[in-house]
């Protein structure tokens, strides 16, 4: 049974940063890609980034290049989000999640396994 658990949310001031974190269990982490998607009041959960099995290759949500960093430590089985320079419209709850499959996609049905997510409030 795959288990993520993600932390480091809160509230932070527009400018600042936040890093956060996914604790991956269950099955060989660094075998698998993985991904990040948020989730703001009353829309959709969209994509924020995705990172491969070896960490060598990376995508990220056009509106989210330059800000947000994705990250693993294979050693650690644990997956990080560095959020910089953070706005308001991206305050959402934030998920971390992991396919079922070996593969590489930003399609959130590639995604069955999800945590339970973290907010992030950013204020003006």
């Known amino acids: 049974q795959v288990q993520l658990v993600e932390s480091g949310g809160g509230l932070v001031q527009a400018g600042g940063s936040l890093r956060l974190s996914c604790a991956a269990s269950?099955?060989?982490?660094?075998?698998?890609?993985m991904g990040w998607f948020r989730q703001a009041p009353g829309k959709e959960r969209k994509f924020v980034a995705a990172?491969?099995?070896?960490?060598?290759?990376?995508d990220y949500a056009d509106s989210l290049k330059g800000r947000f960093t994705i990250s693993r430590d294979i050693t650690k089985n644990t997956l990080y989000l560095q959020m910089n320079s953070l706005k308001p419209e991206d305050t959402a709850v934030y998920y971390c999640a992991a396919p079922a499959t070996i593969g590489f996609s930003r399609r959130f049905d590639f995604y069955p396994y999800w945590g339970q997510g973290t907010q992030v409030t950013v204020s003006s």
């Open positions: 990172i491969n099995w070896s960490g060598t290759t990376t």
């Open positions: 269950g099955r060989t982490f660094g075998s698998y890609t």
